[in-house]
């Protein structure tokens, strides 16, 4: 990936007015404001339409930027150290001297934090005097985005600037897991659950149906492309889109394609592209084959399933 330093100083201006951007990751993409600032989070709200009790993850440089605003444990180490930066995101408990905005966690004393992969944004985020708060960047409810396209179709010319960081090489979000206590999985994501088990040498509860207070962005109705969507489909309706993880000859304009051959990175990378596209293409449904549920197909079941809700 070529960084273009201008654009990245140019992304760094618009910040310092307490403007919002967006800015690519390696998950999807964010819709990002300086996360010490009232003014600048308020923004994020509203641009998304988002609920004020639904709270954004702040994604910082390093675990010292972090350390200025989060207490930290031997869990959070352990995990920072093997899989960050990267696609995982740890509930923590403030510190009493955090600068963070109140506006970004709804006057609560915990945080969402994150350190992002993607290079472009690393970048950025080193050279900011404060850390970015960012929840995906689309419109409440949505797919989320994974590239400046998807982006400038939700919001259109309401964002002063998008980084281009081309598609978010995962294209899933990160994986939430709490560790105030007894740690505990929120959303399962770009991180697999099993690789966190095998660090921490043991099993974590994954929570499947998290309340309003724990996660209040886990409802049901969420990661949804506006249409209805079937899963683990075999017979297609007349008008519908037929979503298959693999490629296959002689395919009909009905059928989008996830991957080559099934592999479900791939799949995952894809997914909410390739569900814009459906809907742009106006599909009156879409019928999903059965996903394998291993790996990253958990997570990508559990975005469908809650896609599925919307009737
Ligand atoms: O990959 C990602 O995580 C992307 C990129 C941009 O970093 N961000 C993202 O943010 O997916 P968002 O806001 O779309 O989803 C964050 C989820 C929401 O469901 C929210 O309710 C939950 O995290 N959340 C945020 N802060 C929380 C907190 N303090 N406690 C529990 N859940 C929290
Ligand atoms: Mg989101």
Redesign the pocket.
Known sequence: MKINLANIKKAKKILNKRECIV?P?E?????AANAYSDLACKKIFKLKN?PKN????V?YFNLKQLKKDCKTNNTFLKLYRRFCPG?I?F?LNLKSGSKISNIV?NN?K???V?F?KHPITRKLLKILNFPLA?????LSSKV?AVNAKDVKEDFGNKIKYILDGGSSSIG???T?I?LRGKPKI??L??LETSLIQKELKKKIKIIKK?TKI?????FKL?YSPGIPVRLNAKKIKKKEAHLLIRKVKDSSSNQFFLSKKGDLNQVAKNLYSTLREIKRKKFSSIAVEKIPNSGIGKAINDRLKRASKYK
């Open positions: 800015i990751t998950t999807v993409y964010g819709l988002r639904n709270p954004l993850i994604h696609p995101t509930i966690n609560n915990n945080l969402a994150r992002p960012a929840p995906s960047a689309n989320s899933i979000e990160s939430i709490d929120l959303r994501g770009g998290p724990s996660s209040p962005g886990q969420h």
